[in-house]
């Protein structure tokens, strides 16, 4: 959540950013896509490193280059050197999630590692609004102190990793397995999660996008939504129980289902239609997210799990920096239109995960 929370933490700062470097809101809100950009395609290069150096390695180093990559954010002088400065950040962020998504299976015993890996999505998820609401009380004190706060809790956290991580965690998958892995590319379930996950991410950051566009033309408001967003999240737990009845495929469709029916109760248009809607939307990516990395880790070869895992983290993230300026675009024509194109491409990412199921068990 430290780390991930990294790519959220400049938008409560963008009113400071803008007064201090003198820019516009586009331009001041560059700080995050610099680190986005640079975090979703290092995942594919960070993946497979984890493959080869050790999960734990990728882990500790990524840390310590984050520490120091944060300490230089909080230090620049100009606008430029920052946007350099948070690609740096996520570059260095970029080794955490395949890795430790990974290190879970590798670690916890069979019947653990759905709540492993539940708690590991709801932190990738939940850094969102978590990151948010805790800068937001401070972003007064502006950029420098915050980063400068944070990055000596990125070196700790690295000094607890480095005293609970065991030996096979240091050492590359290749040494531990032993031989040639198959490519995950050749599963079609792995291949239908990694076309999936972008559409689950679509759907719900389209609806986040489209209440901050529509705001007060909402009937239940903006600001009630975002609180109902945690909890929602949170309900990602429930994946645990489901994954032990009907597995991990059958738990990211239900997911899928779950996140295209909040969408079409909230085309209801009513408070409580769009209360229950968007909090079982956010319930349902919760599932989904925990399903699908259940999926992906579980069916692929340890040699291989980090470059699957990195393949999954990166469309997931593509799905969700597509959503904004789309359901910018859709908020248009009302928020029907957004909730509406959010439910369909929901319910298509759940048949086409149903229809890899039935034909490929």
Do not use: N
Not at 10 to 25: F, K, M, N, S
Not at 121 to 127: H, P, T
Not at 140 to 155: D, N, Q
Not at 347 to 360: E, I, K, P, T
Request: net charge positive; glycine share 12%.
């Amino acid at each position: 959540m430290l780390v991930v929370g990294q790519l959220y933490i400049t938008i409560p700062l963008t009113p400071w950013i803008e007064a201090h470097y003198g820019l516009d809101a586009p331009t001041a809100a560059l700080a995050g896509s610099a680190f986005g950009v640079a975090y979703a395609f290092s995942f594919l290069v960070c993946g497979p490193l984890s493959d080869r150096l050790g999960r734990g390695r990728v882990i500790l180093a990524g840390l310590v280059l984050l520490s120091a990559a944060t300490v230089l954010a909080g230090t620049v002088g100009s606008f430029t050197a920052l946007l350099a400065a948070r690609a740096l950040q996520g570059i260095a962020a970029a080794t955490l999630p395949p890795a430790a998504v990974s290190l879970v299976m590798e670690t916890l015993p069979e019947d653990r590692r759905p709540l492993g890996i539940a708690a590991m999505a709801f932190s990738f998820l939940g850094s969102a609004p978590i990151a948010q609401l805790a800068v937001a009380g401070v972003a007064g004190y502006g950029l420098p102190p915050i980063f400068l706060w944070t990055a000596p809790l990125m070196l700790l956290a690295a000094a607890l990793l480095a005293l609970t991580l065991g030996r096979a965690a240091l050492r590359p998958q290749a040494a531990v397995t032993g031989g040639r892995a198959p490519s995950p590319a050749r599963d079609p379930i792995i291949v239908a999660c990694w076309v999936a996950a972008p559409m689950l991410m679509f759907a719900f950051v389209a609806f986040q996008a489209g209440v901050q566009v529509l705001g007060p033309a909402i009937p239940l408001g903006a600001g009630p939504l975002r609180v109902l967003l945690v909890p929602g999240l949170a309900a990602g737990f429930l994946a645990v129980p489901l994954a032990r009845r009907i597995g991990a495929p059958g738990t990211a469709i239900t997911g899928f289902l779950l996140v295209a029916a909040g969408m079409a109760l909230v085309l209801l248009g009513s408070g409580w239609a769009i209360a229950l809607g968007g909090t079982m939307a956010p319930s349902g990516v919760g599932i989904g997210v925990t399903g699908i990395i259940a999926t992906v880790s579980g069916r692929s070869a340890p040699a291989r799990r980090g470059f699957a895992v990195a393949v999954y983290t990166f469309t997931l993230f593509l799905g969700a920096s597509l959503a904004p300026p789309l359901a910018a675009h859709l908020a248009k024509d009302g928020l029907a239109a957004v909730c509406g194109v959010s439910a369909a491409v929901a319910l298509a990412g759940g048949l086409l995960l149903l229809a890899a199921r039935r034909l490929f068990r």
